[in-house]
């Protein structure tokens, strides 16, 4: 069967913590049986209209950001399930619009939001914003961050019908690897320079590397260049996904840190917490509501509120207690949180439209 994906990007991973989860989605519907196409915005004129082959069973069509969308849109016809993430490049409502408008009668449209908190907010307040008109014109809305509170707004916007998953990992691009010495670390944040994610990174980081100057901390992420760091704190640049396994895995302690938004509404774990958790790391994380939903603290994961917490752990917790907590977070996540699962949340509710229409004919 087919499924087309309009995502933010599978094949460039700079500044977009999303290509992990988009590869990890990709392949795990592949090994299910779908036959998968990716839609990528792109910048570059040489890609203009140009499509690849990602992966066996794994196609990526590549669209410019000027180009005239009618070939892409007609050619969608033999798809029977269209997933269109928000956010995924300059042309979200225009796309939107187009596939709501050439939809076929076996096709099934879901919208797909994995920063409901972030987005929404600004939408509810603009009465005259489009979500409004096409939102409840898809067969369904499919969250993957902002649990229930995520699901009202968006019932409140005219959704049909809101369904729930999260995000995932997939354990055979992250799995333990060999310590790299040259990234060997106490304290590991990966995560990108994002205006609502910088107060925790200060305080929870910075700060802590600033009193804790005999530990060894270790910044990697797009956008830190410039930025003023402790003495004692290296940046590496960003991380190709293929190397953070490794750069994980050379990490005594991995800290985790959820942008305000998200925490806000709560339930939104992000790729990197199941990637890090995924490689056995011990990881350190703020909280938000749902946390427990996806791991079990202290045994699974340790939660930090303030920066003496985070120096008490890098004092204490003993090379054997941190392997304990990373092998336990590693099973948990191979347990409940692959794409494996995820990709059944999404054959279930493709199940249950599917169903619904023949009911309704």
Not at 95 to 116: K, N, S, T
Not at 219 to 230: E, I, T
Request: hydrophobic fraction near 40%; include cysteine.
């Amino acid at each position: 069967m087919k499924l087309a994906i309009f995502g933010s990007s599978l094949t460039s991973a700079y500044a977009n913590g999303a290509t992990t989860f988009f590869q990890g989605l990709c392949r795990a519907l592949h090994r299910q049986g779908w036959e998968v196409c990716f839609w990528e915005e792109t910048s570059w004129p040489s890609r203009r209209n140009t499509r690849i082959d990602w992966a066996g069973g794994i196609t990526v069509r590549f669209y410019h950001r000027e180009e005239p969308l009618s070939p892409l849109l007609s050619s969608l016809a033999p798809y029977r399930v269209i997933l269109k993430f928000t956010a995924c490049g300059s042309r979200d409502q225009e796309i939107e619009e187009g596939l709501l408008a050439r939809r076929l009668p076996h096709q099934i449209l879901l919208w797909v939001d994995g920063d409901a908190p972030v987005l929404l907010p600004p939408v509810l307040q603009d009465p005259a914003h489009y979500w409004w008109r096409l939102v409840p014109r898809f067969d369904g809305v499919l969250l993957l961050a902002g649990g229930a509170r995520a699901g009202e707004e968006y019932r409140r916007l005219g959704a049909q019908r809101v369904y729930f998953s999260a995000s995932g990992v997939d354990p055979h691009a992250f799995a333990p690897q060999p310590p790299d010495p040259s990234w060997a670390c106490d304290l590991l944040f990966v995560g990108n320079h994002l205006p609502d994610r910088m107060a925790q990174v200060k305080r929870l980081f910075f700060a802590v590397a600033e009193q804790r100057r005999r530990y060894r901390f270790l910044l990697a992420g797009a956008g830190w260049k410039g930025v003023s760091l402790p003495p004692n704190v290296r940046y590496p640049g960003s991380i190709p996904p293929a190397q953070l396994p490794t750069l994980y895995s050379s990490a005594r302690l991995v800290l985790n840190l959820t942008r305000t938004g998200m925490a806000r509404y709560g339930y939104a774990p992000s790729s990197r917490l199941f990637e890090a958790a995924a490689c056995g790391a011990c990881i350190l994380t703020d909280s938000w509501e749902g946390l427990t939903d996806y791991f079990c603290p202290p045994r699974e994961i340790r939660i930090v509120h303030t920066p003496d917490q985070v120096c008490q752990l890098l004092d204490r917790l003993t090379p054997a207690e941190c392997q304990k907590i990373g092998e336990a977070a590693r099973q948990r996540v191979l347990r409940d949180h692959t794409f494996t699962q995820r990709v059944r949340v999404i054959e279930q509710v493709v199940e249950e439209i599917g169903g619904l229409e023949r009911r309704t004919r």
